[in-house]
Nanobody, 115 residues
Framework: QVRLVESGGGLVQPGGSLRLSCAAS????????MGWHRQAPGEQRELVAT???????NYADSVKDRFTISRDNAVNTVYLQMNTLKPEDTAVYYC?????????WGQGTQVTVSS
């Protein structure tokens, strides 16, 4: 069974930074894609950033130039560096992994951007 465990969320002031981590029980280097999604209260879950097996990244327009997805293959962990955070970034952030066998989600970590 694939496990994805997010950490690193919290409360931060506007303009601040956070780094989220997703520890995976599968090989992040071999997964078809790894990514981060988020869901704000009353909103649908939306894609934030993804990274494919070959390292190609994709970002939502709302986070381009502020967020960076990366991975450490040695420890099977994916990161989301979030800079210049805005109140509208407040949401539960979910790690996602896709491979030939399925589509997997973590339990989520709360990010709150507020003064």
């Amino acid at each position: 069974q694939v496990r994805l465990v997010e950490s690193g969320g919290g409360l931060v002031q506007p303009g601040g930074s956070l780094r989220l981590s997703c520890a995976a029980s599968l090989s992040v280097a071999r997964a078809g894609s790894m990514g981060w999604h988020r869901q704000a209260p009353g909103e649908q879950r939306e894609l934030v950033a993804t990274m494919t097996r070959d390292g190609t990244t994709n970002y939502a327009d709302s986070v381009k130039d502020r967020f960076t997805i990366s991975r450490d293959n040695a420890v099977n962990t994916v990161y989301l560096q979030m800079n210049t955070l805005k109140p509208e970034d407040t949401a539960v952030y979910y790690c996602n992994a896709k491979n030939l066998f399925g589509n997997y989600w973590g339990q989520g970590t709360q990010v709150t951007v507020s003064s």
